[in-house]
Nanobody, 121 residues
Framework: QVQLMESGGGLVQAGGSLRLSCLASRSIFSINAMGWYRQARGKERELVATIRSSGSTYYADSVRGRFTISKDNAKNTLYLQMNSLKPEDTAMYYC???????????????WGQGTQVTVSS
């Protein structure tokens, strides 16, 4: 099992930056995939970005070029650097981990509690 705890959310003006962190309760070195999801009020949860144990990354079209996902295995921490933030990025952001052999976007089996990001116009 792994417990995940997000931090780094807050209120920022449009065009600003935030870095989210997700601290895991154990080593993330062998976790097949980790990712960030978000859910805006009244909308479905959506995938933001993922990173595999190999280091390969994936980004949703809406954030590609503005957000960067990374991880520090030594610190058991996943990051999401968010630049050029827009009001439509406002959402609760969740860290997730997939420990299965196959990790499609629907297979993430561990979730954090979320951290709120609010972008003002």
């Amino acid at each position: 099992q792994v417990q995940l705890m997000e931090s780094g959310g807050g209120l920022v003006q449009a065009g600003g930056s935030l870095r989210l962190s997700c601290l895991a309760s154990r080593s993330i070195f062998s976790i097949n995939a980790m990712g960030w999801y978000r859910q805006a009020r009244g909308k479905e949860r959506e995938l933001v970005a993922t990173i595999r144990s190999s280091g390969s990354t994936y980004y949703a079209d809406s954030v590609r070029g503005r957000f960067t996902i990374s991880k520090d295995n030594a610190k058991n921490t996943l990051y999401l650097q968010m630049n050029s933030l827009k009001p439509e990025d406002t959402a609760m952001y969740y860290c997730a981990a997939c420990t299965f052999m196959s990790c499609p976007s629907t297979a993430y089996n561990y979730w954090g509690q979320g951290t709120q990001v609010t972008v003002s116009s």
